[in-house]
């Protein structure tokens, strides 16, 4: 680097470091003009400058390869307390994982343990002891079973279920991109539904990447090592003063600006490993973790846009929100994730359901006369309808039929005394209007921003109630008042009121049941 090169670099690094946050950002993408060499060097030195350097943590965080393996051999074929250790299954900063046997139960078990050179560092035994604690306090079938706690000759060991296969990272490696929207989908809702459930027991994860989620051969998903977990309304920290919890590239802008942190901070690194399962790639796509940790602070992961990346516009949409740089801009809560995962899930099967209809269609064509045209066109024409598809029927169809009786409801205004027509074709408008546009808006959510759609139903559901029952009064009233000289009106009133109640008591909550059956 010229000495002229170095000087702009060294202003703009001090001129940056005055900024905060994606203020940073804003500054640099308009002080670099377009120059992204430029940017890069100026944010590689921020983010040296503001993560803790070697010597701030162990040097088994900084370099697991430092470990000595002999120390780590001699513990096979040992005993701990019931348990025979058989081999070694992993190593990592935080531990070293060994494969073992219980002998009581006589089922194989996964044995984690501190690294030899710091089983006697307080800080550490007691961030396995939390490990134990949160893992302890979850209970579903996407995470690990945590089995015991062992201390033996003042040596704490973490015992939990042996999960066969390979982590994720290794099937990804195995079988490189592109894989299919719905495999995709079924693999994330499945870590999402974890997470939820961790969430729901108030454990912040804080260290999800494809390494800590093991991939079954029968398929099945488990999210594993809690050893960065934290509870959410805990006050204990123990993480190491100027550390950085969590891997590079997939921690949170706020977690690393130290700010409050909560369950979305792991809706961010959700949305990383997501992106990685659609392109085979991580966002910062070879940046080191210097650089990515500079980028991630000031707002700007690079990996381009994810609705060009080659999956649903719904996938891409939910890729977008957890990587939102705001923890307010990504989901209100995990489950309302897990709904939008659920939602693009069924649009993806339908799909794919379509097209290979339409291939098989197709192909029955070509070979009957010849015409593949034909066949595809008859394929097309086909639709497979999931149950949210028939909720969001219901909801259109209501918003129509309400409109419809606004007609004869105008028609019969005149035959009511003094006005009150009027008054009562007004008030029909009135609530016809807030319980049409209720709907309408539930269907729009759906369609356009499904991640919202669990927290906007929740809201609408008592004005819906509210509409309806009106609704249904103010028929009934009409026909009450009609009836003397209209009865054959007044029964075909009194026929959409109970229509209507029953289409809101009983069919809408069928609909609903079938299109949500987690709610």
Not at 345 to 370: I, P, T, V
Request: charged residues 25%.
């Amino acid at each position: 680097m010229d000495a002229e090169r170095w000087r702009r670099v060294n202003e703009l690094f001090h001129a940056a470091l005055s900024r905060d946050g994606r203020d940073r950002g804003d500054f640099l993408r308009t002080a670099c003009e377009g120059d992204d060499s430029l940017r890069d060097e100026v944010l590689e030195l921020l983010g040296a400058h503001d993560r803790p350097s070697v010597v701030d943590r162990p040097a088994v965080e900084a370099d697991p390869e430092l470990l000595p393996s002999d120390e780590e051999d001699a513990l096979i074929g040992q005993r701990l307390g019931p348990y025979e250790v058989t081999g070694l299954l992993g190593r990592g900063g935080m531990g070293i994982v060994y494969r073992g046997f219980d002998t009581r139960l006589e089922r194989p078990v996964a044995i984690k343990a501190l690294p030899p050179a710091y089983t006697n560092d307080d800080r550490l035994r007691a961030r396995l002891r939390r490990e134990a604690m949160a893992a302890a306090a979850l209970s579903h079938p996407g995470i690990a079973t945590v089995f015991a706690l062992e201390e033996v000759e003042g040596h704490v060991y973490l015992v939990h279920e042996y999960v066969p296969g390979r982590t994720l990272r290794a099937t990804m490696a195995a079988e490189p991109a592109p894989w299919s929207a719905p495999r995709i989908l079924a693999i994330a809702g499945d870590v999402a539904r974890a997470l939820a459930a961790a969430h729901a027991a108030g454990v912040v994860h804080r260290d999800l990447k494809p390494e800590n989620v093991m991939h079954t051969p029968g398929g099945a998903v488990k999210v594993v090592d809690f050893g960065l977990a934290r509870f959410e309304h805990g006050d204990e920290r123990l993480t190491r003063t100027g550390g950085l919890p969590g891997t590079p590239g997939y921690i949170a802008p706020e977690l690393m600006r130290g700010d409050p942190v909560d369950a979305r901070a792991d809706q961010y690194a959700f949305g990383v490993l997501l992106w990685e399962l659609v392109t085979g790639r991580h966002p910062s796509d070879g940046a080191g973790d210097t650089l990515t940790a500079a980028r991630v602070l000031v707002g700007d992961v690079p990996g381009g846009d994810p609705a060009r990346a080659p999956c649903p516009p719904a996938l891409a949409r939910i890729i977008t929100r957890c990587l939102a740089d705001a923890p307010r801009d990504r989901y209100r809560s995990t489950d309302a994730l897990v709904t939008a995962l659920d939602a693009a899930a069924d649009d993806a099967e339908a799909e794919e359901e379509d097209a290979a209809q339409g291939a098989a269609a197709g192909a029955a064509a070509a070979a009957a006369d010849g015409t593949p045209e034909a066949g595809a066109s008859a394929g097309a024409g086909r639709s497979a309808w999931t149950p949210l598809h028939w909720w969001q029927f219901h909801q259109v169809a209501i918003s129509v039929a309400y409109g419809l009786t606004l007609v004869p409801l105008w028609r019969v205004r005149e035959w009511m005394p003094d006005g009150w027509g009027l008054v009562a074709f007004i008030a029909t408008v009135t609530v016809v209007g807030a319980a049409a546009n209720l709907r309408l808006h539930l269907w729009f959510t759906s369609r356009v921003y499904p991640a919202q759609l669990a927290e906007q139903r929740r809201r609408s559901a008592s004005w819906k109630r509210l509409t309806d029952t009106t609704f249904a009064v103010l028929l009934l009233t009409t026909a009450a008042v009609i009836a003397p000289d209209h009865n054959g009106w007044a029964a075909f009133f009194i026929g959409l009121a109970i229509t209507s109640m029953l289409s809101a008591r009983v069919m809408e909550p069928a609909t609903t049941r079938a299109a949500f059956p987690a709610e």
